[in-house]
């Protein structure tokens, strides 16, 4: 899961995601593309409305994506079409590149930071949704 920070969007789906799939099986991780948020905790309101809904995320720290990464997982989520690029543009071989998409498919989620509680709330549902799709295709 990957996002511009690493502090809202793509800790919520990493902590959505590990919720719905056994760490036995499955290594869900998240990153971001630029480093200012490097080492730090989800925003506030990412853990709080994680924790509305029984997951949490207060032990996770924003660290940057890697190019190991793309060895490390079979699939790279991204939270929106920036992002999209900037990871895209770090592959390098058409195998890595074939691994990332966005989580909505065609559609960005809103990045909330800006925003308030309810903002959070929304990218929650748009996350959970996405994650339970993940979740249907990875079983099914």
Not at 12 to 25: D, N, P, Q
Not at 79 to 104: F, G, R, W, Y
Request: glycine fraction near 4%.
């Amino acid at each position: 899961m990957v996002c511009l920070g690493n502090i809202c969007r793509s800790p919520l789906a990493e902590g959505v995601l590990k919720s719905k799939l056994s760490s036995t099986h499955f290594h869900i991780d998240s990153a971001a593309t630029a480093s200012f948020h490097i080492g730090k905790s989800p925003d506030h309101r990412s853990i709080k409305v994680a924790a509305d809904h029984g997951i949490d995320i207060s032990h996770q720290k924003a660290r940057a994506f890697k190019l190991e990464d793309f060895n490390l997982f079979d699939k790279i989520y991204i939270m929106d079409s920036n992002n999209l690029k900037i990871i895209k543009q770090l592959a390098e071989t058409l195998e890595q590149s074939n691994k990332v998409s966005l989580i909505l498919e065609n559609e960005d989620v809103p990045d909330p930071y800006y925003g308030d509680e309810s903002d959070f709330k929304i990218v929650f549902e748009l996350l959970n949704e996405a994650c339970e799709k993940i979740k249907f295709d990875l079983i099914n």
